[in-house]
């Protein structure tokens, strides 16, 4: 069986409400899952959906829905202001720490820099935040061109596997979007699929 | 306590996904369930959003959402085709036939409009449909121009009560958009909210 891919944006609420249950799923199941960020600016443009807050009711909604579900959850958030931040800088430094230090590292990181972002209010587009970050899981000297290569490259291969949103779960091929499709995610892998 | 409003377009999927759950969650709870159909279209114009299927990705997942969500809840379910077809003179036949013979009648009504459409390819946006339909609950004379003015009278209060999508589920004041937001709808009346 292949991995998991878990693809995310580390600017996305519902992708960081999802990373809070996402591993323990793929556990329970045995199952290997892959963090990959990438870049979900020009896949939105091209489908025309616009960041959920800048609608004038969705946008409402959107950030009720996030608090609801991760007061569900205990999961400690609130909307970030400003918001949204760039998010692409932090995802060009996962994938620096990634290549340098490995995935585990690396999503120390992405865990360490969402917790910042959506509890603390961090400027996680500041190069001091990302570089304090990444020397926390042992990265001081962060390769910008070999992480932003990497993100670019990720940012196709969602692009070609049919990503359009995030989150978005692949499993064995079946695409799930959204933080409230987990559920699914978690019964596709308990029964293989219906 | 107030009545649940389950807002829905009698012409979408989602919509119809959650009819199938919506009555068993509120009578598990005791509560009264009104099912309220009304013209998303304006309300979707204004936000900027278009209907799914339109969307180059969002769209074919969309439906791959939709038929694998039916598959697991063992719902009947294929999407029309043509699709989508107008809904409104479906939802203006329904509220002429609650105004004539009231709610039970046009719930049932309203499924059976439902069926014929998600299940049997029925043309639902055609007179004789309706006229097939509204006979089998016992309406014969169709009142068009008090159904359309109760049609705008809903959609009205429902765009009042900050609906902007379908289908939409309102609980004491608690809005929840979305079929695959009825668990949290179940649980919030299981807690009276978190």
């Given at each position: 069986?292949?991995?998991?891919?878990?693809?995310?944006?580390?600017?996305?609420?519902?992708?960081?409400?999802?990373?809070?249950?996402?591993?323990e799923?793929?556990?329970?199941?045995?199952?290997?899952?892959?963090?990959r960020?990438f870049?979900i600016?020009a896949?939105?443009?091209?489908?025309?959906?616009?960041?959920?807050v800048?609608?004038?009711r969705?946008?409402?909604?959107?950030?009720?829905d996030?608090?609801?579900?991760?007061?569900?959850?205990?999961?400690?958030?609130?909307?970030?202001?400003?918001f949204?931040?760039?998010?692409?800088?932090?995802?060009?430094?996962?994938?620096?720490?990634?290549?340098?230090?490995?995935?585990?590292?690396?999503?120390?990181?992405?865990?360490?820099?969402?917790?910042?972002y959506?509890?603390?209010?961090?400027?996680?587009?500041e190069?001091?935040?990302?570089a304090?970050?990444?020397?926390?899981v042992?990265?001081?000297?962060?390769?910008?061109?070999?992480?932003?290569?990497?993100l670019?490259?990720a940012?196709?291969?969602?692009?070609?596997?049919?990503?359009?949103g995030?989150?978005?779960?692949?499993v064995d091929?079946?695409?799930?979007w959204?933080?409230d499709?987990?559920?699914?995610?978690d019964l596709?892998?308990?029964?293989?699929?219906?």
């Open positions: 069986m292949t991995a998991i891919d878990f693809w995310l944006s580390l600017g996305s609420p519902p992708s960081y409400l999802a990373s809070a249950r996402i591993d799923i793929a556990a329970r199941h045995g199952r290997e899952l892959r963090w960020p870049d600016r896949m939105l443009e091209r489908e025309g959906i616009r960041p959920n800048t609608y004038p969705k946008g409402p909604y959107a950030r009720r996030w608090e609801r579900t991760a007061r569900l959850r205990g999961t400690p958030f609130r909307v970030p202001d400003p949204p931040r760039p998010s692409a800088p932090a995802m060009v430094t996962f994938y620096a720490i990634e290549n340098d230090a490995g995935p585990d590292a690396a999503k120390a990181f992405a865990r360490d820099v969402m917790a910042a959506f509890v603390d209010n961090a400027p996680i587009d190069p001091a935040t990302l304090r970050f990444a020397a926390k042992g990265v001081r000297a962060v390769d910008e061109a070999a992480g932003k290569a990497a670019e490259a940012t196709a291969e969602a692009d070609g596997s049919g990503v359009w995030a989150p978005f779960v692949i091929g079946e695409p799930f959204g933080e499709r987990l559920d699914q995610v596709w892998l308990e029964r293989g699929g219906w």
